[in-house]
């Protein structure tokens, strides 16, 4: 079977530091999968070249057998590609609906848009309580879940996680993963970008481990989880 | 001073206010979604009431009657005016979209400078006379006079305003205008061209412009290469008073500064009137630079 996420010798660079040194992974239809890494490793950057917002200095990113290198951000949309960005972006002055529905602006279908956004909060209860308030007045744990659900409302067959655990207190952390967990389930894939390598390997198929640009270990999530070299690096030994 | 004077002269500032309300939503509007002062924005207002003016003539010998010749000549000034918006935005600004913030603020200065060359060039330094196409006759409403010209203005303004407030706060582009005003990147994430929303705004401030410089050129019967620059610079205080970025500020801004300037007149001579805006403006910037509805909302990590 084809990866759904094919990506070949991508490089990124900032002026002349090269921050991604040609990598290598893939991401198969209905897995998830996890791309774990210290600070400054690479995650973030690996992730903006894969959503359009910087373009690779080399390499290639296919998509269902296209190729789709450096197409801008805006048109991933419509392939069925979502990004949840680092650090959430919800917009702030904007009420927690509204930002739901700029979730569903690239598709036309509105009454279904209705439905789905009544199923984001029975999936995410705290999302209805507060729909709206303006998403700025919102902690940061449901700010998260406001970014996942919004990314959710593209329909995406593929969605990106960027770090959704940072900056959150643990309890917190687990809801976010319990949600999703539950997103997961619905056969949507799912790349996970995460600081946090415990619960990213407990909860992901496949891993892939990034230090300073290049990916040094791959494998089963369990294999990993158990790996000595994993655990000396990530989980505290 | 007799309370009827008083009257008039609010009277006569919400007739001047809204026009300034009119031109200072278009700075918002961009300064909004770019944090760029459009400095041209003046200049568009000024073509606006320019082409109104050919348009008009030329409809006025064809024979139409004033009241479509004002409807027909007020949106073809409208679409000039969005489309130039547009092609200065695509010109002049977009190429400088990530320079230094002092890059198109120059820029945008050299632009008013090369209308106002280029409307000189067309039509000359001269005056020329606006045809009259709404009714000037003075009515007498209590102790205050005015004219239906004026009362058009204030009507129009207010509709236009408010169909502005609804579009920005009640459909899908309007919502993806604010989105996109608050985060470009996470905006074209969400499917978003904010290429294509960047040149809505500018056509919805131009076009709003080119109703404020009909209306302007209109009740004071004349048009110039020049009239939009102090009306610009006026409205432009008007935004900073109310906030700028924010649409009611604009609005609030614009009406406000049009009573000032004109209850003002009361203690002054007229040669006078145009120092209040920017007393206004420099009392604004040292006692509320985030102008007088500038909100701040929190924003937690």
Known sequence: ?237 | MSMDVLLQQIANGLVVGSVYALVALGYTMVYGILQLINFAHGEIVMIGALTALVTANGLLSAGLPSVLALIISIFVAMVVCAISGVLIERIAYRPLRNAPRLAPLITAIGVSILLQQIAILVFGRNYFSFPELIDKTPIQIGAITVTMNEIVIVVTSVALMAGLIWLVHRTKIGTAMRATAENQKVAGLMGIDINKIIGITFAIGSALGAVAGVMVASNYGQAHYYMGFMLGLKAFTAAVMGGIGNLWGAMIGGLILGLVENVGLIFVRGDYKDIFAFIVLVAVLIFRPQGLVGEKVAERA
């Open chain 1, 1 to 237: 079977m084809t990866a759904m996420l094919d990506i070949k010798k991508l490089e990124v660079a900032y002026g002349g530091i090269r921050a991604i040194k040609g990598i290598d992974f893939h991401v198969k239809e209905g897995e998830l999968v996890t791309l774990i890494g210290a600070n400054g490793a690479g995650k973030s950057s690996t992730l903006r070249a894969l959503s359009g917002l910087v373009k690779p200095a080399g390499g290639t990113v296919t998509y269902k057998g296209k190729d789709i290198t450096g197409v801008p951000s805006h048109a991933l949309v419509g392939l069925g590609i979502a990004l949840c960005p680092e650090g959430r972006g919800v917009f702030a002055r904007l009420s927690v609906h509204e930002n739901l529905l700029m979730g569903a602006y690239a598709r036309n279908d509105k009454a279904q848009i209705a439905v789905d956004v009544d199923e984001i909060y029975t999936m995410i209860p705290r999302l209805k309580e507060r729909n709206f308030q303006m998403a700025g007045t919102l902690s940061g744990g449901e700010q998260q879940m406001l970014a996942i659900g919004r990314a959710m409302l593209a329909q995406p067959k593929l969605l990106m996680l960027d770090e959704p655990s940072m900056g959150l207190a643990p309890l917190m952390v687990e809801k976010i993963f319990e949600i999703i967990r539950l997103i997961a389930k619905r056969n949507t894939t799912i790349l996970l970008i995460e600081q946090n390598a415990q619960l990213a390997l407990e909860h992901a198929d496949r891993g892939y481990v990034l230090e300073s640009g290049e990916i040094t270990l791959q494998g089963d999530a369990k294999v990993l989880l158990a790996d000595p070299r994993v655990k000396a690096a990530y989980l505290g030994g």
